[in-house]
């Protein structure tokens, strides 16, 4: 398994498995995936097994701003390369992958790499049913946020370095 950045040649390959990891309403569109390949591509980190094939992918904006916001899902030009904390839109793992790990190798990965881009930590929302998943990875739950993205309610959880 080898992880490395997204490429504008992956972008078909991204969208299919976001449509199938997430309901409409919360999904991103091919076209957001695609602003978000050609602004932030080095903040958007893809698992592939030994075919190449994709397993998984996580991936979100640096913003000196401290929370998620909705706003941010849509509009890839908020993106500041010279932010204090890394968002984390979405962590993707195939339905056939999933519980083996792949998901907690992409945080960790992510997590490396704003720590070596001397960012504060991490900033993610997250449904309630996975705080105990995002805690094991040293999240701390802040409570309900604003965020109504795709009609849910969501918790923002942080990971400070």
């Not at 076209?31 to 591509?41: D, G």
């Not at 097994?49 to 908020?78: K, R, S």
């Not at 504060?120 to 604003?146: I, M, N, P, W």
Request: glycine fraction near 8%.
């Amino acid at each position: 398994m080898t992880i490395r950045a997204a490429q504008s040649q992956d972008l078909q390959a991204i969208a299919a498995l976001e449509a199938a990891c997430f309901p409409p309403a919360e999904a991103a569109t091919p076209q957001s995936l695609e602003q978000r390949l050609k602004v932030f591509a080095d903040h958007f980190l893809l698992l592939l097994n030994e075919e190449g094939e994709l397993v998984g992918f996580i991936n979100g904006m640096v913003t000196d701003l401290p929370d998620l916001q909705d706003c941010m899902y849509e509009q890839a030009e908020l993106h500041d390369e010279q932010g204090a904390w890394q968002m984390i839109f979405g962590l993707d793992v195939r339905e056939q992958d999933r519980c083996r790990g792949y998901g907690a190798r992409l945080v960790r990965a992510m997590t490396e790499h704003a720590r070596s881009q001397g960012r504060r930590g991490l900033v993610l929302t997250c449904k309630e049913h996975r705080l105990a998943y995002y805690s094991s990875l040293g999240f701390v739950d802040e409570g309900f946020c604003g965020s109504v993205h795709g009609g849910v309610r969501w918790h923002q959880m942080r990971l400070t370095f």
